[in-house]
């Protein structure tokens, strides 16, 4: 198989929204997925209506240790493609589903593990080379940003620089970390909805605005 590319899973989207016979629409993206909505805008500019990004960023590398660590990820990825899929799965138990069985729920465990290691392993190596900041004030639809402000994953001060470069975006803050969106599901779920709320209403209101077409 050829390797994962963010730019494909958001041509995927597209073509998935084909098959159920939407037009436009609103995506909305949380961690390596807001990279995926912002390049549905990219790609797709003409179906999306809005968007709605949560803790996520335009740029996830800019140091070189920041860079080494994403290369590591990458060669590891390509190793990866040529060991046995038993082997990729007693890898990722041993390095990473042994330390998070210790503090998730068994079923968040249970979903993660049957993941394909080798794609989660190739798409973390796409982050470190993306880079939205040439384009990102070019976004032109309503969109919210919800930043999870104690975020270890993606920095905070990066997702600033998020909500700051789209021009007018709503921004609205938890104060949790990455894993905000189930951990804190009963606080971070009414920010979701009112995050999406806004861009609807305002979406809305420039289809049935001055000069809207009819």
Known sequence: ND???LSDCADDVAALTDQLGISTFIPV??????????????R?????????????AAH???????????SVLTGVGVVSRFLPSSVRRSISDRMYLSRKTLT????????????????????GSR??????????????????????T?????????????????PGAHVYQIAANHDAVFARADEFVPLLIEACLAVH????????GPGAAS
Do not use: C
């Open 44 to 56: 797709h500019e003409h179906r999306v209506r809005g968007l709605v990004l949560a803790a996520t």
């Open 150 to 166: 104690n975020d270890q994953v993606v920095s905070p001060r990066r997702q600033q620089v998020l909500a700051d470069t789209i």
């Open 29 to 42: 993206g949380y961690s390596m997925g807001g990279t995926i909505a912002q390049l549905m805008w990219k």
């Open 201 to 208: 209403n305002d979406a809305s209101a420039r289809s049935v």
């Open 104 to 123: 998730w729920e068994p079923w968040a465990t249970q979903q993660v593990s049957g993941h394909e290691w080798r794609h989660i392993l190739e798409a």
């Open 60 to 70: 996830f590398a800019s140091s070189r240790q920041e860079r080494v660590a994403f």
């Open 127 to 148: 982050l470190g080379n993306y880079d939205a900041r040439e384009w990102l004030a070019d976004i032109d639809v309503p969109t919210s940003v919800i930043m999870t």
């Open 3 to 5: 390797p994962l590319r």
